[in-house]
C-alpha cells in the first residue's frame, strides 16, 4: 500500500524503495528516505532529534514543521495572541486522503482548519490543505491557503500571513555549502548590534558559526551540498529563504536538542517572511517546494 494510516501518522512508500512519514500533529514530515547513485539503499534525509517529542504535547525539533501564520515571534496585529512560528506545526491536521498514486509517485492531503483552540488565539477564516508528494528521488510539500470569508463588510476581510518550510536537512554542518545566495539583501539574526540589511559575498554560504539569516527576494532554486552528498530546493511564491543552524552556542540551550545535535543538519526554510501575503476573501495562495537528491558531486562548481 503506497499510502498508509496509522493512529498518529502517514506513511508513504514508492515502489522503488523511498519512503516518507508524515505526522498528523502538525503535518510534520519527520521522515524521508531516499537513494542515490552512490547509496542504493535508501537512507534518511531529514534530521528530527532523539530528544524531539513525537507525542503532540510540543512542536517536533526536526523534520519539516510547518510555519503559518506568522514566522518567529509575531510581530502582526491579527497574530498578537499566537506564539513562536504560530500554530500550524502545533494543531492535529485531518487526513483528506490520497491525491495521486501512479508509477511516478504517491501524494495525500491533510487539512486544517479554525477550531475553538484556534479561534481562542485567532479570529481570521481560514482553510489549510497540504499536499506532500513522495518520488524515487524527490519530496514536494505544497501549502494551500484559503481565505474562506464571506462578510459583505467594507473593507473586505483580507487574510495577512506568512508561511514557511522549516526544512532540517541532515548533512554534516562543518562542511556543508549553500549557493546561489551571493550579493541578496539578508537580516543577520545573530548580530546584537547591526540590525539593518547586509549583502551576502560568499559564493557557497557555511553554517560553521551560528548562524540565523533571512534572504530576500531569493531566487527560489538552490543546492545545499557536502563531500559526496547534497540536496537540491526548488520553491515557488516562497520569495525568501532561511539559513539557521545554532552551533553549540545556541543549540546546547535548546531543551529537545540532541547532544551535538547542530553537527548533523542545516535548516534551508523557503518561505514568505519579509512582509505578509494578502489573500482577499475567496481566493487561494499556494506556496510549495520540492526537494531533490543530488547525485554526482558539485562543489568544485562553486
Known amino acids: 500500500m503506497p499510502a498508509e494510516q496509522l493512529a498518529d501518522r502517514i506513511v508513504l512508500k514508492h515502489p522503488k524503495g523511498s519512503s516518507a ?30 530528544k524531539a517529542f513525537l507525542d503532540g504535547s510540543k512542536p517536533v525539533r526536526g523534520g519539516i ?14 497574530h498578537s495572541r499566537l506564539g513562536q512560528h504560530g500554530f500550524g506545526r502545533s494543531e492535529v491536521w485531518k487526513w483528506d486522503g490520497v491525491v495521486m498514486d501512479n508509477e511516478a509517485g504517491v501524494s495525500v492531503r491533510l487539512t486544517l482548519e479554525p477550531t475553538p483552540k484556534i479561534q481562542a488565539v ?4 481560514f482553510h489549510l490543505s497540504y499536499v506532500v508528494t513522495l518520488a524515487e528521488h ?8 484559503k481565505n474562506t470569508s464571506t462578510s459583505p463588510d467594507y473593507p473586505p476581510d483580507v487574510l495577512e500571513f506568512q508561511a514557511l518550510f522549516h526544512n532540517y536537512i541532515r548533512a554534516p ?11 541578496l539583501k539578508y537580516l ?5 548590534v547591526f ?21 530576500e527576494d ?48 542545516v535548516c534551508l526554510e523557503p518561505g514568505f517572511v519579509r512582509g505578509f501575503e494578502r489573500l482577499e476573501p475567496g481566493r487561494t495562495w499556494i506556496g510549495q517546494q520540492v526537494l531533490s537528491v543530488i547525485h554526482e558531486e558539485r562543489r568544485l562548481n562553486l
Open 122 to 125: 485567532y479570529n481570521k477564516p
Open 188 to 192: 543577520d539574526k545573530t548580530d546584537p
Open 138 to 145: 524527490q519530496l514536494s510539500t505544497d501549502l494551500h491557503v
Open 195 to 215: 540590525k539593518g540589511l547586509k549583502t551576502e559575498t560568499r559564493a557557497g554560504v557555511d553554517v560553521r558559526k551560528m548562524t540565523d539569516s533571512v534572504y
Open 65 to 78: 514543521p510547518v510555519v503559518f501564520p506568522c514566522f518567529g515571534a509575531p510581530t502582526h496585529a491579527d
Open 173 to 183: 554542518a562543518s562542511e556543508v555549502l549553500i549557493h546561489p545566495l551571493q550579493n
Open 218 to 265: 531569493a531566487p527560489q532554486n538552490y543546492e545545499v551540498t557536502w563531500p559526496g552528498g547534497g540536496i537540491a530546493l526548488r520553491s515557488v511564491n516562497l520569495k525568501d529563504v532561511v539559513v539557521w543552524n545554532p552551533q553549540a552556542e545556541a543549540g546546547s540551550k535548546i531543551g529537545d536538542m540532541e547532544d551535538g545535535g547542530w553537527e548533523r543538519y
Open 21 to 50: 512519514e508524515i505526522l498528523l500533529y502538525g503535518a510534520t514530515v519527520i521522515s524521508w528516505k531516499a537513494s542515490d547513485k552512490r547509496h542504493p539503499e535508501p537512507f534518511e534525509r531529514l534530521f528530527v532529534s532523539n
